[in-house]
């Protein structure tokens, strides 16, 4: 609907529980509970959908992959016409994080996972098992969600231009201080 309340287009997905939604620029990502669709914004057509084995939980994009995580742990980065680019599986992760130097994955461990190939950087173990969203504050606090508790985590040195920016060598640094 346009701001007038006219309708510009509906698009109709399959029924389920609950959906995420992810946007970009030109496109909408609704994520059901095994299958992601990708809408066009100009038109409301269904560009593509593709379905995974285990249920999704999260998603997250930079405009260019977008990134989702199931119920089994895994990670997957698909290109903007369906494509997996790439798994990282048998994380136990639960939620995703999206930053400048990569993606934040959590679970049993806060892992740092390359954007480019999935592959690990840094990783952290919990005190407790993540079972909520995790969140990031400009301050680059992070906060992630237990059955019982919250983790704060903040970024160990300050960031040159806010928030995802965390270390500028991070090779040499610790990512994260307790």
Known sequence: MDFSGKEVWWTMTETCKSAEIVLTDELVFVIGEKTV?????????????????????????DGKTLYVCDDSGSVYA???SGNVLWASENLSARTILLTQ??????GDVLYLLSTRD??????????????GKMKMSDSGLLVLKTDNSLLLYEVN??????????LKDWRNSSLLRK
Do not use: H, N
């Not at 040195?157 to 965390?166: E, I, K, L």
């Open 157 to 166: 040195s300050s960031p040159s231009q806010g928030w995802p920016m965390y």
């Open 118 to 131: 999935g592959s690990k950087i840094l990783q952290e173990p919990l005190s407790a098992r993540v079972s």
């Open 78 to 80: 698909l290109d903007l």
């Open 101 to 106: 130097s990569g993606l934040l994955a959590a």
């Open 37 to 61: 669709w990708c809408v066009r914004i100009k038109d409301g057509k269904i560009a593509w959908s593709k379905t995974f084995g285990a249920s999704l939980v999260q998603g997250v994009s």
